[in-house]
């Protein structure tokens, strides 16, 4: 216990002295919360929208006033030779809307007219939103507008439960966290844990008496003093800033929050006794704990979205358990009986990677 | 045969051949320049994916008449939903809906039945839907009316809505994600690739002591710097296409405009990171500073890129922030060039500033490694 300790302050008494490594430990998770923050939105507001009324009756013209109503498209003008297939072409719009001749005497006489829509199909996710939403308007334009003869047979009540605004922040603020908690505190143990290895004082430890759980646990109780104040200082500002708080009980998030600042800390740790210089590990750490916590987490599509083998390593991934307990502390409010499951596995995780991480550093050791 | 014959004598040539051979006997670089790519295009392509499909359903069906169990199917019909579980009480399934094991929940009320049939009010249904993810709830709600809406439309009499949208999907029919995050990731492996390589060959110089060597050569500053750039240029291309052949060969992303244009931006953009990578290697004096600010700097290029969500949704500051970033119009280029198929007459605003960025960054950074030559 004395020399885990004693490890402990040796390696923070490092850490401190290097101001870079102790500014940039400090100020990238910042950024990253940032610009995660505010900039990853899925969902298009303000859309880019041409509309070509080859009509320019009444009925048309207020088709397109409330099509630009809706607040969800922004009329744009250009003008090409083709200005629907240039405009999309050259990105000015998103989509397209074109209201055929006779369009106002059709829909008189009775008969179906139809409006073309065409839609930019790069961004996936938004030709959805856009194509559904022109959809849903039509619909209740020709509701309003007492054109449709009959009245609907089911009224559908929708009620969206956790989050009825919507609001992305919701969803993303507290994924950021896991992504942040997930990647630097392993960064900065991989980086501790590599430079030993590079600068050769590894081989003094393996000369003294020290274990080699000793010693992991010593550097690890460091990091995780660290990771602590890391998360303090981003989960802290990012809940003043996004107006977030804890929707129910906050006892999983705390405790599940440690023991993945544990796993994270110990993923750095394992992937440092891995690698025989800095820059292997931060090769390391910066493409698993970025792919794994960015892609494989939830973080920005759900889960279910990931196919079947890729969907087996998201269950070893801490980011992903952490990203669940945080979703589920500051917007579902559940508490223990829907996330139970989460800190278990962290707990598993870490004691897996503390493990592997022994075994790799013991094979290395002197018999003593 | 002249030229060739002095470019082969040339301190440049031979500097560039050690060069080469020092990157190819570096095994670790040769891995970061196909491993790293090649994992993320895969897990990027596969695991990204937006579409939103199979949510799990659960289903409260007071009235249990085939009217409602064919309603039901309806919603299960296009694999939209999945029904994962049927209740028996409503707050069985709002529990379901609040631990988060189903994303939707439909409740059928006992005289669903007979209001479908009678001739004033009409059947209501309910449906909760799980909104902590935003972006699938206001997908799901839009399915959910959209399919119940037609599920109600068969009760009334044949009358087809006076007026009917119909929607065409350019660039990308099928509406295939992978072909939004592919073209994007290519970017990304690229800025990558540049800037850490780059960086790497400065450093290592700089920390083993032989950048003191390269000095008591008679080559010029030019030559050594050229010699530097030469071979990581080409390595760089040819990430490139080992790039787009995973593209093309396991996404099937289509490619629609010119090669050699492509290959001439993608040229250029490694221009842009080899001078980010040089400028890091110059300023930071330890190899951990310069890992370290190599991540302060390829985060936010990454993040302001589009690569992984669209510039468009940003906020304003930030869309207006990220034309500073030389990746967003490397991947404006990339999407145009694969999908739609642009040429010059439209990418040339992106054109032109990737073409600045590069002159600017490679002038900046060669010039900095210069004064620490002298």
């Known amino acids: 216990m004395k020399r885990i300790l004693a490890q402990c302050k040796k390696e923070l008494a490092q850490f401190r002295r290097d101001r870079l490594t102790l500014a940039l430990a400090f100020i990238l998770p910042l950024m990253t919360l940032f610009i995660f923050g505010f900039a990853i939105r899925l969902e298009a507001k303000n859309i880019t929208l041409i509309v070509q009324d080859f009509d320019r009756s009444n009925l ?94 089911i009224t559908p009540h929708i009620r969206l439960w956790f989050n009825p605004g919507r609001q992305e922040s919701l969803y993303i603020v507290p994924g950021v966290f896991g992504l942040i908690l997930a990647i630097y505190p392993s960064l900065l143990a991989a980086l501790a844990m590599s430079r030993e290895k590079e600068q050769g004082t590894i081989l003094q430890t393996y000369a003294s008496s020290i274990s080699a759980a000793e010693l992991l646990l010593g550097k690890c109780l460091a990091y995780f003093v660290v990771a602590m104040g890391q998360a303090f200082v981003v989960i802290g500002l990012g809940c003043i800033v996004w107006r977030l708080g804890f929707a129910g009980d906050p006892t999983p998030l705390l405790i599940g929050g440690a023991l993945f600042l544990l796993a994270s800390v110990m993923f750095g740790l394992f992937i440092g006794v891995r ?48 990203i669940e307990l945080s979703r589920d502390a500051f917007v579902r409010g559940t508490g223990w009986s829907g996330v139970w499951i989460a800190p278990v596995m962290l707990l598993v995780l870490t004691f897996a990677l503390f493990n592997l991480s022994r075994r790799i550093l013991g094979r290395m050791q002197l018999p003593g | 045969m002249n030229i060739f014959r002095r470019l082969l004598e040339s301190r440049f040539f031979v500097l560039a051949v050690k060069e080469i051979s020092q990157i190819l006997r570096n095994k670790q670089l040769i891995f970061l320049l196909v491993f790293p790519p090649t994992v993320q295009l895969l897990i990027f392509g596969f695991a990204l994916s ?230 890091l290697a110059t300023i930071s004096k330890t190899q951990q500073q310069a890992i370290l600010t190599s991540f302060f700097i390829n985060l936010p290029l990454i993040q302001l890129s589009g690569a992984i969500a669209p510039v468009e949704s940003m906020p304003k500051f930030f869309q207006i922030l990220s034309l500073a970033n030389p990746l967003r119009h490397y991947v404006k280029i990339a999407r145009g060039v694969l999908l739609k198929g642009n040429g010059l007459d439209v990418l040339y605003p992106e054109a032109i500033a990737l073409f600045c960025f590069a002159i600017a960054l490679l002038y900046i950074s060669t010039s900095k490694f210069r004064s620490q030559l002298n």
Not at chain 1, 131 to 136: E, T
Not at chain 2, 113 to 123: D, K
């Open chain 2, 50 to 279: 937006p579409s939103v499909d199979h949510l799990k359903l659960g289903v409260m069906d007071y009235s249990n008449t085939p009217m409602s169990r064919e309603l039901t199917a309806a919603l299960t019909a296009n694999r939209v939903f999945d029904v994962k579980s049927m209740s028996i009480d409503e707050s069985d399934l709002s529990n379901q809906v609040r631990r988060g094991d189903i994303t939707a929940g439909l409740i059928i009320p006992t005289d669903f039945n007979r209001s479908l049939r009678s001739e004033n009010n009409p059947a209501e249904v309910q449906v909760l839907i799980d909104a902590v993810d935003a972006n699938t709830a206001g997908i799901a709600s839009g399915y959910a009316t959209q399919i119940i809406n037609q599920f109600g439309q068969r009760f009334t009499p044949e009358v087809t809505p006076p007026i009917q949208t119909e929607a065409t999907i350019l660039y990308n029919p099928g509406l295939v994600s992978s072909w939004f995050i592919v073209p994007g990731v290519i970017g990304l492996v690229l800025n990558l690739g540049s800037s850490l390589v780059s960086t790497a060959a400065v450093v290592r110089e700089k920390d083993t002591g032989t950048l003191e060597q390269l000095l008591m050569t008679p080559a010029a500053e030019w030559e050594i710097i050229l010699a530097k750039v030469v071979p990581l240029f080409v390595l760089l291309l040819g990430e490139v296409m080992l790039a787009l052949s995973v593209a093309h060969f396991i996404f099937q992303v289509p490619f629609r405009g010119s090669l050699p244009m492509f290959l001439f931006f993608s040229g250029l953009y490694a221009c842009v990171g080899i001078g980010v990578g040089f400028l």
């Open chain 1, 275 to 322: 690698a025989n210089n800095r820059s292997v590990a931060v090769q390391g750490v910066a493409t698993a704990g970025f792919l794994l916590a960015l892609l494989l987490s939830g973080f920005i599509y759900p889960l279910s979205n990931i196919p079947f083998p890729l969907s087996l390593i998201s269950n070893i991934v801490p980011a992903r358990y952490f």
């Open chain 1, 60 to 153: 048309s013209q207020s088709y397109t006033e409330r099509l630009y109503a809706t607040n969800q498209f922004t009329p744009v003008q250009w003008n090409g030779l083709d200005p629907v297939k240039d405009g999309l072409d050259r990105g000015i719009t998103k989509a397209a809307v074109i209201i055929p001749p006779k369009f106002n005497a059709d829909v008189i006489a009775g008969r179906t007219s139809t409006v073309q829509v065409l839609i930019d199909g790069t961004d996936v996710n938004n030709a959805r939103v856009i194509k559904n939403s022109l959809q849903a308007f039509t619909t209740v334009f020709v509701r309003d507008q007492n054109l449709a003869q009959s009245q609907p047979k």
